[in-house]
């Protein structure tokens, strides 16, 4: 099994930046992928970014590019998302996952941490 949480959410204006923390425990993270997913309110869940175990592959949503970056310290059993220039359309709720393999489909994510909200003021 493996526990996530997430945290690093908050109020923020647009324009500015957050960095998002996932912390694991129970299992090490170093032999999954791992993502970050997002849901606004009214709106299904959707994938914003992953990264590979070694940290060698990444991938994200296409608004998302050059705006968002993920990054991972399978040492500290650690996932950022570090978001830049954010917009009111990215408020959500955000949530680290753990998969067995890359992948941008949510149902293929075995662990979810809680969530932590994004609220990105106009």
């Known amino acids: 099994q493996v526990q996530l949480v997430e945290s690093g959410g908050g109020l923020v204006q647009a324009g500015g930046s957050l960095k998002l923390s996932c912390a694991a425990s129970?299992?090490?993270?170093?032999?999954?992928?791992m993502g970050w997913f997002r849901q606004a309110p009214g709106k299904e869940r959707e994938f914003v970014s992953y990264?590979?175990?070694?940290?060698?592959?990444?991938a994200y949503r296409d608004s998302m590019t050059g705006r968002f970056t993920i990054s991972r310290d399978n040492v500290q059993n650690m996932v950022y998302l570090l978001m830049n220039s954010l917009k009111p359309e990215d408020t959500a709720v955000y949530y680290c996952?753990?998969?067995?393999?890359?992948?941008?489909?949510?149902?293929?994510?075995?662990?979810w941490g809680q969530g932590t909200q994004v609220t990105v003021s106009s």
């Open positions: 990264i590979t175990w070694s940290g060698g592959n990444t």
């Open positions: 996952a753990a998969a067995s393999r890359p992948t941008a489909q949510a149902p293929l994510y075995d662990y």
């Open positions: 129970g299992r090490t993270l170093s032999r999954y992928t």
